[in-house]
């Protein structure tokens, strides 16, 4: 294969990947990913890194510690997924996606051995940044879980510390239909004698991180018991302020283990996520008058913050954008949402989508809703419909805002 486009139509179409496909690409071992990275050499364990899991906010955690260690002049990994435009996205350097040569040849030195193992989408693209990042020799990567913790591909390094930001219900499937079954599969990311921070608990989950910690010897941070100063950020949606505090105190962990970070690193860091690190989709304001903000939130939790922020926004009339893809319930994320909005369901463009047929089945009479084939289809309609001081929120799935953004 010898360009980009070519490479990423193999990945996409000739390996699983749950993003788009569901469950079916999920393996319940590390085996795949461990005999791929010892084939490799073992790249995880050529540099440092920080874990983060959690329900939501794990990505914009670890956008946010990325930031403060760029600022304090360190040169930073950092692999998160899903990517929104380019596979790239999920392995940069200080802000840089992953060069398209590498990719290519990456997948071409290593195609034989890819196929033969049946390696899955995530556990390639884990491996191949875990690659990228050592033979770059960066100082410190920041290692985003993909889903769960326990049996996650990510769940192979040997961090300085873990960071758990929360706990919701998503991927029942896989993790378990309570908060419990889901913090005891986050909590596999514990590892022996490596400091945990945990960003929020509830009452059914804090005794299981207390517990796991203690089975591993491993100091314990429960950010919401800490009284943290008031940091700003670029990222404006108030639920990112949990997460300012939680990558704060991870911060101030990794400092009191001697990585030279200030104060001073910290607080312009939190300001310069975007900058420094190109996240977008969080509360993604894509233009004003009228105002069109994009959002990744995708589970009842997530989408409870949206809420929140769309309740605190000055608008005359919300139009949504929504499409969702196929192991949602819909429902229930409606009803999180003004019922007297003006709603433009579409379907993204993967193979889990929602078919607009089965959206029509789920949603509610009493809605005002209009359903088109595109993303593009729906958000053009909901512009020619709104007025100058109308918003416009475009979300449901992350696939939906990788179309937009």
């Not at 071992?29 to 010892?38: E, M, R, V």
């Given at each position: 294969?010898?360009?980009?486009?070519?490479?990423?139509?193999?990945?996409?179409?000739?390996?699983?990947?749950?993003?788009?496909?569901?469950?079916?690409?999920?393996?319940?071992?590390?085996?795949?990913?461990?005999?791929?990275?010892?084939?490799?050499?073992?790249?995880?364990?050529?540099?440092?890194?920080?874990?983060?899991?959690?329900?939501?906010?794990?990505?914009?955690?670890?956008?946010?510690?990325?930031?403060?260690?760029?600022?304090?002049?360190?040169?930073?990994?950092?692999?998160?997924?899903?990517?929104?435009?380019?596979?790239?996205?999920?392995?940069?350097?200080?802000?840089?996606?992953?060069?398209?040569?590498?990719?290519?040849?990456?997948?071409?030195?290593?195609?034989?051995?890819?196929?033969?193992?049946?390696?899955?989408?995530?556990?390639?693209?884990?491996?191949?940044?875990?690659?990228?990042?050592?033979?770059?020799?960066?100082?410190?990567?920041?290692?985003?879980?993909?889903?769960?913790?326990?049996?996650?591909?990510?769940?192979?390094?040997?961090?300085?510390?873990?960071?758990?930001?929360?706990?919701g219900i998503d991927h029942?499937?896989?993790?378990?239909?309570?908060?419990?079954?889901?913090?005891?599969?986050?909590?596999?990311?514990?590892?022996?004698?490596?400091?945990?921070?945990i960003g929020e608990y509830?009452?059914?989950?804090?005794?299981?991180?207390?517990?796991?910690?203690?089975?591993?010897?491993?100091?314990?941070?429960?950010?919401?018991?800490?009284?943290?100063?008031?940091?700003?950020?670029?990222?404006?949606?108030?639920?990112?302020?949990?997460?300012?505090?939680?990558?704060?105190?991870?911060?101030?962990?990794?400092?009191?283990?001697?990585?030279?970070?200030?104060?001073?690193?910290?607080?312009?860091?939190?300001?310069?996520?975007?900058?420094?690190?190109?996240?977008?989709?969080?509360?993604?304001?894509?233009?004003?008058?009228?105002?069109?903000?994009?959002?990744?939130?995708?589970?009842?939790?997530?989408?409870?913050?949206?809420?929140?922020?769309?309740?605190?926004?000055?608008?005359?009339?919300?139009?949504?954008?929504?499409?969702?893809?196929?192991?949602?319930?819909?429902?229930?994320?409606?009803?999180?949402?003004?019922?007297?909005?003006?709603?433009?369901?579409?379907?993204?463009?993967?193979?889990?989508?929602?078919?607009?047929?089965?959206?029509?089945?789920?949603?509610?009479?009493?809605?005002?809703?209009?359903?088109?084939?595109?993303?593009?289809?729906?958000?053009?309609?909901?512009?020619?419909?709104?007025?100058?001081?109308?918003?416009?929120?475009?979300?449901?799935?992350?696939?939906?805002?990788?179309?937009?953004?």
């Amino acid at each position: 294969m010898k360009n980009y486009n070519e490479v990423e139509q193999w990945l996409f179409q000739k390996l699983p990947m749950f993003q788009r496909v569901g469950a079916t690409a999920y393996k319940a071992n590390l085996d795949n990913i461990i005999n791929f990275c010892k084939y490799l050499g073992n790249p995880q364990d050529q540099f440092k890194t920080i874990h983060v899991a959690g329900t939501n906010g794990k990505g914009s955690t670890s956008h946010m510690m990325a930031s403060v260690l760029q600022e304090a002049g360190y040169k930073v990994g950092l692999h998160t997924s899903p990517h929104l435009k380019h596979f790239g996205e999920r392995s940069r350097i200080n802000g840089q996606n992953m060069p398209d040569v590498f990719i290519i040849d990456f997948v071409n030195q290593h195609k034989e051995y890819i196929e033969n193992s049946a390696a899955s989408f995530f556990e390639v693209a884990v491996t191949m940044g875990f690659a990228y990042f050592a033979k770059q020799k960066v100082d410190i990567a920041v290692i985003e879980t993909g889903l769960g913790g326990r049996l996650d591909s990510t769940n192979i390094i040997h961090p300085e510390i873990s960071v758990i930001t929360n706990i919701g219900i998503d991927h029942v499937s896989i993790l378990g239909d309570n908060v419990k079954d889901i913090a005891k599969e986050k909590a596999g990311i514990i590892k022996e004698n490596i400091p945990i921070v945990i960003g929020e608990y509830l009452p059914e989950t804090k005794d299981i991180f207390k517990s796991t910690a203690e089975e591993k010897n491993a100091q314990i941070y429960f950010v919401q018991d800490l009284n943290l100063p008031g940091y700003e950020s670029d990222l404006k949606g108030i639920y990112q302020r949990k997460n300012v505090k939680t990558a704060a105190q991870s911060l101030r962990v990794l400092k009191d283990l001697g990585w030279k970070i200030t104060e001073e690193n910290i607080i312009d860091g939190l300001k310069k996520v975007v900058e420094n690190t190109q996240l977008r989709g969080r509360w993604d304001v894509l233009q004003q008058s009228p105002l069109i903000v994009a959002d990744t939130a995708h589970n009842p939790d997530g989408i409870n913050q949206v809420k929140a922020q769309i309740a605190a926004t000055k608008y005359d009339q919300l139009h949504m954008v929504l499409g969702f893809v196929n192991d949602k319930d819909v429902n229930s994320i409606l009803s999180q949402f003004p019922q007297d909005a003006q709603y433009y369901f579409c379907a993204p463009n993967v193979p889990r989508k929602l078919e607009i047929d089965q959206l029509k089945e789920v949603v509610s009479s009493d809605l005002n809703a209009a359903y088109y084939t595109s993303v593009q289809e729906a958000l053009n309609a909901a512009k020619k419909s709104a007025k100058q001081d109308d918003m416009i929120y475009v979300g449901g799935s992350t696939f939906v805002v990788a179309e937009v953004v």
